[in-house]
């Protein structure tokens, strides 16, 4: 007898017709039609079942702000960073817990159960600091929330900059943050980031930099950051999110830095929805996408998962916590859009993002945690192209959520009744 089985549901590795057991909180078996009974079963009637979403680059302290102090008007990376200036000194700890749960709220019906959240450390009241690590503890029983020490205006630009970031990683923060970028130098930068990676080499600590977020081709400062992480032993437990100055790189230089990068390990982490939205703002035509190699780095070898990044915030008017809105951005801007090319998305927004974040016991396999999403659609490319409803988000065997599936009705003569957009519509591949 076991708590629950979903079957006949199909994977993301292509098996089809699966029966997914689950006892005390652990997948038990996986396997067509499971001669067994649960206390609950559920068909999922051919729909495709998935462990749950994974966003590894997160601003949960400026989350649902838009509009305070105003609206930005430029549509820039910098003006964004000016308003979120202006919000700061006016944030109180009672403010930002509630916008932080009631995102987290969404992201929950959004299959979204793990999340590595940037928390600004420029402020040395440090209040974002006390809010995000109540949260974190708030939502720990249905959310792994991550939190990376961000000074965002700058370790060294900023007058207490490296003093704020210490201590947050003393009052419990995870990671070791950083923005060389926004240094107001280029040496300034790259100290920075020699900096951070020493301070996270004797903590013990892994770091996740926001990193070449610019148009600037010779904004390059991930190379330093992969030269620090060898130097330091780091391998494998640092990101380099956004890389968007690899965009506008000369390819000689790439054909050095993509090698480098998987020589180190790194994670990269390419934020679609934003970096699409922030870049290219000094361009009139033609207008460069902005974001990172994704396919040259996927084809060596490094890591690539997709972050959401912002929801309703000073730099990003929109966003809905689903994560497969990320990956539909991804497929157009990246033109990645074969079928092959589909799988390696949903893979970045699920188990790539798990191994950057270091999820234990993450993925569909017997003994692992029985946390897991299903979705209205069959596979991985049909759960992209319709952004695909998540029916049920189990947690630990339980259902923590349900959404009724998405289905039209229809009034034509001679026409069907309902039309269900999963269903009839794509080839079948």
């Given at each position: 007898?076991?708590?629950?089985?979903?079957?006949?549901?199909?994977?993301?590795?292509?098996?089809?017709?699966?029966?997914?057991?689950?006892?005390?909180?652990?997948?038990?078996?996986?396997?067509?039609?499971?001669?067994?009974?649960?206390?609950?079963?559920i068909d999922a009637t051919g729909r495709l079942?998935?462990?749950?979403?994974?966003?590894?680059?997160?601003?949960?302290?400026?989350?649902?702000?838009?509009?305070?102090?105003?609206?930005?008007?430029?549509?820039?990376?910098?003006?964004?960073?000016?308003?979120?200036?202006?919000?700061?000194?006016?944030?109180?700890?009672?403010?930002?817990?509630?916008?932080?749960?009631?995102?987290?709220?969404?992201?929950?019906?959004?299959?979204?159960?793990?999340?590595?959240?940037?928390?600004?450390?420029?402020?040395?009241?440090?209040?974002?600091?006390?809010?995000?690590?109540?949260?974190?503890?708030?939502?720990?029983?249905?959310?792994?929330?991550?939190?990376?020490?961000?000074?965002?205006?700058?370790?060294?630009?900023?007058?207490?900059?490296?003093?704020?970031?210490?201590?947050?990683?003393?009052?419990?923060?995870?990671?070791?943050?950083?923005?060389?970028?926004?240094?107001?130098?280029?040496?300034?930068?790259?100290?920075?980031?020699?900096?951070?990676?020493?301070?996270?080499?004797?903590?013990?600590?892994?770091?996740?930099?926001?990193?070449?977020?610019?148009?600037?081709?010779?904004?390059?400062?991930?190379?330093?950051?992969?030269?620090?992480?060898?130097?330091?032993?780091?391998?494998?437990?640092?990101?380099?999110?956004?890389?968007?100055?690899?965009?506008?790189?000369?390819?000689?230089?790439?054909?050095?830095?993509?090698?480098?990068?998987?020589?180190?390990?790194?994670?990269?982490?390419?934020?679609?929805?934003?970096?699409?939205?922030?870049?290219?703002?000094?361009?009139?035509?033609?207008?460069?996408?902005?974001?990172?190699?994704?396919?040259?780095?996927?084809q060596a070898g490094i890591n690539v998962s997709?972050?959401?990044?912002?929801?309703?915030?000073?730099?990003?008017?929109?966003?809905?916590?689903?994560?497969?809105?990320?990956?539909?951005?991804?497929?157009?801007?990246?033109?990645?859009?074969?079928?092959?090319?589909?799988?390696?998305?949903?893979?970045?927004?699920?188990?790539?993002?798990?191994?950057?974040?270091?999820?234990?016991?993450?993925?569909?396999?017997?003994?692992?945690?029985?946390?897991?999403?299903?979705?209205?659609?069959?596979?991985?490319?049909?759960?992209?192209?319709l952004k695909a409803t998540k029916l049920l988000?189990?947690?630990?065997?339980?259902?923590?959520?349900?959404?009724?599936?998405?289905?039209?009705?229809?009034?034509?003569?001679?026409?069907?009744?309902?039309?269900?957009?999963?269903?009839?519509?794509?080839?079948?591949?």
């Amino acid at each position: 007898m076991f708590d629950l089985i979903l079957r006949n549901a199909n994977l993301p590795d292509g098996r089809k017709g699966q029966d997914i057991a689950i006892s005390a909180g652990k997948i038990a078996e996986i396997a067509p039609h499971i001669q067994a009974t649960a206390r609950e079963e559920i068909d999922a009637t051919g729909r495709l079942a998935s462990p749950p979403f994974v966003d590894p680059h997160f601003h949960m302290d400026a989350t649902l702000s838009l509009g305070l102090p105003r609206m930005n008007r430029s549509g820039t990376l910098l003006e964004g960073i000016a308003l979120w200036g202006e919000l700061r000194p006016t944030l109180t700890i009672d403010a930002l817990v509630d916008r932080a749960l009631r995102y987290c709220d969404l992201a929950v019906t959004q299959g979204l159960l793990a999340i590595r959240s940037h928390v600004d450390t420029s402020d040395p009241k440090l209040t974002t600091v006390e809010a995000m690590l109540e949260v974190k503890q708030k939502v720990k029983p249905y959310i792994d929330l991550q939190l990376v020490a961000f000074p965002q205006d700058g370790y060294y630009r900023t007058p207490t900059g490296a003093q704020s970031l210490t201590r947050a990683l003393d009052m419990g923060v995870d990671i070791v943050g950083g923005i060389p970028h926004f240094e107001r130098t280029m040496a300034e930068g790259q100290a920075s980031v020699e900096a951070l990676c020493r301070l996270a080499a004797d903590r013990g600590l892994p770091v996740d930099m926001h990193c070449d977020e610019t148009d600037d081709p010779n904004s390059r400062h991930v190379e330093t950051l992969a030269q620090q992480t060898i130097r330091h032993g780091l391998q494998g437990r640092v990101a380099g999110s956004h890389l968007t100055s690899m965009h506008s790189m000369d390819n000689y230089y790439v054909s050095k830095l993509i090698p480098l990068i998987a020589e180190s390990q790194m994670n990269v982490i390419p934020n679609p929805l934003i970096n699409i939205m922030l870049q290219g703002r000094h361009d009139s035509y033609p207008k460069r996408r902005g974001m990172t190699r994704v396919p040259e780095l996927m084809q060596a070898g490094i890591n690539v998962s997709f972050g959401h990044d912002c929801v309703m915030d000073p730099w990003y008017a929109m966003g809905s916590g689903d994560m497969l809105e990320v990956g539909h951005m991804a497929i157009h801007s990246a033109q990645m859009s074969s079928l092959e090319d589909k799988t390696k998305i949903f893979n970045a927004l699920t188990i790539n993002s798990a191994k950057t974040m270091g999820l234990e016991n993450y993925g569909l396999e017997k003994g692992r945690n029985a946390d897991l999403i299903l979705l209205q659609a069959r596979d991985p490319a049909e759960a992209l192209r319709l952004k695909a409803t998540k029916l049920l988000v189990i947690k630990a065997g339980k259902i923590i959520a349900r959404t009724a599936p998405r289905i039209g009705a229809l009034f034509l003569e001679g026409r069907p009744s309902e039309i269900d957009p999963a269903l009839g519509f794509a080839p079948d591949y």
